[in-house]
C-alpha cells in the first residue's frame, strides 16, 4: 500500500504562483508512475502532469506553466505552477500508478491523496 499527502494548496492572486508537494510513505514510488490530477467546481477529474521512466507529460493547457518533478530520496513528487489564471482553480490530487509507464487515465492510478485545493483569484 500506498499512502499520500499532497500539501501546498492555497489562495493565489492570477499571475502567481504556487508549489504543490506530494509525500509518500508505506512504499518507495521511484518506480512508479506519479500524476497529478485536478477537479474544478461542477467539472470531471482531468489530467494534469505525470511523471515517469520516460519521462514527464502534460495537458495542453498547462504545458509551459507547469513542472513535475520527483524526488526519490525524499519519495516526493512536486508540482511547480507558475503564470496561474483562474481556470487553474480546482482540488488538486496527487496520483501512483502500479506501473513504470504514465497514463493520462485517472482510472490507471491505484493510490490517491486526499488534494489539495487551489484556489486563484482574478
Known amino acids: 500500500q500506498v499512502q499520500l499527502v499532497e500539501s501546498g494548496g492555497e489562495l493565489v492572486q492570477a499571475g502567481g504562483s504556487l508549489r504543490l508537494s506530494c509525500a509518500a510513505s508505506g512504499r518507495t514510488i521511484s518506480r512508479y508512475a506519479m500524476g497529478w490530477f485536478r477537479r474544478a467546481p461542477g467539472k470531471e477529474r482531468e489530467f494534469v502532469a505525470a511523471?515517469?521512466?520516460?519521462?514527464?507529460y502534460y495537458a495542453d493547457s498547462v504545458k509551459g506553466r507547469f513542472t513535475i518533478s520527483r524526488d526519490n530520496a525524499k519519495n516526493t513528487v512536486d508540482l511547480q505552477m507558475n503564470s496561474l489564471n483562474f481556470e487553474d482553480t480546482a482540488v488538486y490530487y496527487c496520483?501512483?500508478?502500479?506501473?513504470?509507464?504514465?497514463?493520462?487515465?485517472?482510472?490507471?492510478?491505484?493510490?490517491w491523496g486526499q488534494g489539495t485545493q487551489v484556489t486563484v483569484s482574478s
Open positions: 511523471i515517469s521512466w520516460s519521462g514527464t
Open positions: 496520483a501512483a500508478r502500479s506501473s513504470s509507464y504514465y497514463s493520462q487515465k485517472y482510472y490507471d492510478y491505484s493510490y
